[in-house]
C-alpha cells in the first residue's frame, strides 16, 4: 500500500500569510496526487486534482505542485474563510489512500 | 445541480452488519464512478470501495477482509455500502463520494454529507 506522509500536522497564520503544506508519497505517483479541504462536521471538498489542477470555483489562491514522490499545497494569502483541514490524496494504486491531515488555523 | 443524499445516522451493536445509502441526483449515474470512504474520529480519511455504476464491476480495500459490499440501483439512481461482523472500531463517518470519470482509479469530486455510524454495545 502506499503511504501518504503530510507536514505540518497544524499550522498557525495569519490573515494574508502564504501558507505551505508538503506531502510524500512512500513511492512513485505518478502525479496522481489531489488535494481536499474539510471542515468541522462537512465532507470533504476537492480543490486540486492531478498535482497542480484547480476545480471549477476555487479561488485561484490555491496552489499545487511536485512530482514523483514529493508534493506541495499553498495558500498565497491566507483567508479567514480557509479555516479547515487539509488532505493529500494518491489515486497512483488501490487502496487509494489520503495523507493525515494538515489543521490550518488562524494566529 | 449534482447532488448525494445519504441515509440517516445509525447504532449498532458489535456483529451486526450495517447498510448506508447514497441517492444521487443531477447527472447520469451510468457515466461516473462511485466510491465508498470512511473517516473515524480524529483519524485520516480511509478508502473502502470503488463501483462502475454502469457495468457492476467493484474493487474493494483488502483492509476490510471482506466484510464490506456494494451495489447500486441504476433505476433509483442510488448506491449502497453493506459492512458486516461491525465491530467497535468500525465507529466513523461513511462518505459516499463520486468519481471524476468512470475508472476507479480518480479524484472525488462530489461527495455525500456523511453517514454516522456507531458500534456499541
Known amino acids: 500500500d502506499i503511504q501518504m506522509t503530510q507536514s505540518p500536522s497544524s499550522l498557525s497564520a495569519s490573515v494574508g500569510d502564504r501558507v505551505t503544506i508538503t506531502c510524500q508519497a512512500s513511492?512513485?505517483?505518478?502525479?496522481?496526487l489531489n488535494w481536499y479541504q474539510q471542515k468541522p462536521g462537512k465532507a470533504p471538498k476537492l480543490l486540486i486534482y492531478d498535482v497542480s489542477t484547480l476545480e471549477t470555483g476555487v479561488p485561484s489562491r490555491f496552489s499545487g505542485s511536485g512530482s514523483g514522490t514529493d508534493f506541495t499545497f499553498s495558500i498565497s494569502s491566507l483567508q479567514p474563510e480557509d479555516i479547515a483541514t487539509y488532505y493529500c490524496q494518491q489515486y497512483e494504486d488501490l487502496p487509494l489512500s489520503f495523507g493525515g491531515g494538515t489543521k490550518v488555523e488562524i494566529k | 445541480q449534482v447532488q448525494l443524499i445519504q441515509s440517516g445516522a445509525e447504532v449498532k451493536k458489535p456483529g451486526a452488519s450495517m447498510k448506508v445509502s447514497c441517492k444521487t441526483s443531477?447527472?447520469?449515474?451510468?457515466?461516473?464512478?462511485f466510491h465508498w470512504l470512511r473517516q473515524a474520529p480524529g483519524q485520516r480519511l480511509e478508502w473502502m470501495a470503488w463501483?462502475?455504476?454502469?457495468?457492476?464491476?467493484?474493487k474493494y480495500s483488502h483492509n476490510f477482509q471482506g466484510r464490506v459490499t456494494i451495489s447500486r440501483d441504476t433505476s433509483a439512481t442510488t448506491a449502497y455500502m453493506e459492512l458486516s461482523d461491525l465491530r467497535s472500531e468500525d465507529t466513523a463517518v461513511y462518505y459516499c463520494?463520486?468519481?471524476?470519470?468512470?475508472?476507479?482509479?480518480?479524484?472525488?469530486?462530489?461527495w455525500g454529507q456523511g453517514t454516522l455510524v456507531t458500534v456499541s454495545s
Open positions: 513511492q512513485d505517483i505518478n502525479n496522481f
Open positions: 463520494a463520486r468519481g471524476l470519470g468512470a475508472g476507479s482509479y480518480t479524484p472525488f469530486d462530489y
Open positions: 443531477g447527472y447520469t449515474f451510468i457515466n461516473y464512478s
Open positions: 463501483i462502475n455504476p454502469g457495468n457492476g464491476n467493484t
